[in-house]
């Protein structure tokens, strides 16, 4: 998985508890994504950054926050998780030269009860 | 504003036989093209890309995938399926903008049968 590690890979909480992801790369690549995975509708963007402390929202991003105080590490944040974001959630790093293939890492099953 | 649909659901083949995994897309701009595969409990895996020159494209596995600009459409294909090819596969373009996000078609699942 490129070096891409997710913690935790599993996990189950109560609506209204705050939930935090974390995504963790070995090799230094400027951008890295946060995806969910739903069934019917592929992966779809929550949000992104292009660097330490610059980040910006993508197509899902309502509910969710994330922060990357370093390099290797880009924490996404359900301030208050709710049912509708239990997902499959999948961190992504590219080197952000133009065109190049994102590599995933092996994902983090979270159930919102 | 970008997109890609994958107009199949589901596609079962017997192995040995030709496989095809159906992408259509619509973008601004020239279009930056990847198929991904997805094992069960698995995260994606890149197959390939097409970003500019031959309208056909190898990668991994021994899958490749034709670029047809008038139909706008990259099909993925492999010759001869093998059982193991069974997986979730997503087609994906690259987003308008800088920041390189991909946008994904839904998903289509290959299932190969003995």
């Known amino acids: 998985d490129a070096g891409i590690t997710q913690s935790p890979r599993h996990k189950v909480t109560e609506t209204g508890t705050p939930v935090t992801l974390r995504c963790h790369q070995t090799?230094?690549?400027?951008?890295m994504y946060w995806y969910r995975q739903d069934p019917g509708h592929g992966l779809r963007l929550i949000h992104y950054?292009?660097?330490?402390?610059?980040?910006d929202k993508g197509e899902v991003s309502d509910g969710y926050s994330v922060s990357r105080s370093k390099t290797e590490d880009f924490l996404l944040t359900l301030e208050s998780a709710t049912s509708s974001q239990t997902s499959v959630y999948f961190c992504?790093?590219?080197?952000?030269?133009?065109?190049?293939?994102?590599?995933f890492g092996p994902g983090t099953r979270l159930t919102v009860l | 504003a970008q997109s890609v649909a994958q107009p199949e659901d589901q596609v079962n083949v017997a192995e040995g036989n030709p496989l095809t995994v159906k992408c259509t897309y619509s973008?601004?701009?020239?279009?930056?093209l990847f198929w991904y595969v997805q094992y069960p409990n698995r995260g994606l895996q890149f197959l390939l890309k097409?970003?500019?020159?031959?309208?056909l494209v190898k990668g991994s596995y021994g899958f490749e995938a034709e670029f047809n600009k008038s139909q706008t459409s990259f099909h993925l294909k492999k010759p001869s399926a093998l059982v193991s090819d069974s997986a979730l596969y997503f087609c994906?373009?690259?987003?308008?903008?800088?920041?390189?996000?991909?946008?994904f078609g839904k998903g289509t699942k290959l299932s190969v049968k003995p």
């Open positions: 994906a373009v690259r987003g308008a903008g800088s920041q390189g996000n991909l946008i």
């Open positions: 090799e230094n690549h400027r951008y």
């Open positions: 992504a790093i590219s080197s952000g030269r133009d065109y190049n293939e994102q590599f």
């Open positions: 973008v601004s701009g020239n279009p930056y």
């Open positions: 097409y970003i500019t020159g031959d309208n």
């Open positions: 950054s292009y660097g330490v402390k610059d980040t």
